[in-house]
């Protein structure tokens, strides 16, 4: 079963990739975890093609709709893969806009 996991993980993981590589400076990319807790990171490109990255956590206890909402810059694809990689497992969504 973990051997499955991992194999799916590094699917999902190629076709962001993909995605990403592709990612014009006017759209973005959401990723949600499929799970209650609601975190999302939502990925776009600057005019200087640098990935803008914002991690955002629903905050269930307060009125505010997400709390963390913190933003990262990235160089490379594979920088923005490991982000993603280190924040969920194999269970998320990748949402295009």
């Known amino acids: 079963m973990g051997h499955h996991k991992k ?3 590094k699917r999902k993981a190629e076709r962001l ?3 990403l590589q592709t990612l014009d400076i006017d759209e973005g990319i959401r990723i949600e975890e ?3 807790q609601g975190r999302k990171i939502f990925i776009n490109k600057n005019a200087s093609r640098i990935f803008v990255v914002q991690l955002a956590v629903n905050n269930q206890n307060s009125a ?3 709390v963390n909402n913190d933003i990262k810059y990235f ?3 594979e920088q923005v893969i490991e982000l993603v990689n280190s924040q969920f497992d194999s269970c998320f969504t990748v949402i295009e806009y």
């Open 17 to 19: 990739a993909k995605k």
């Open 7 to 9: 194999k799916d993980k």
């Open 34 to 36: 499929s799970s209650i």
């Open 64 to 66: 505010a709709i997400y």
């Open 75 to 77: 160089d490379t694809v």
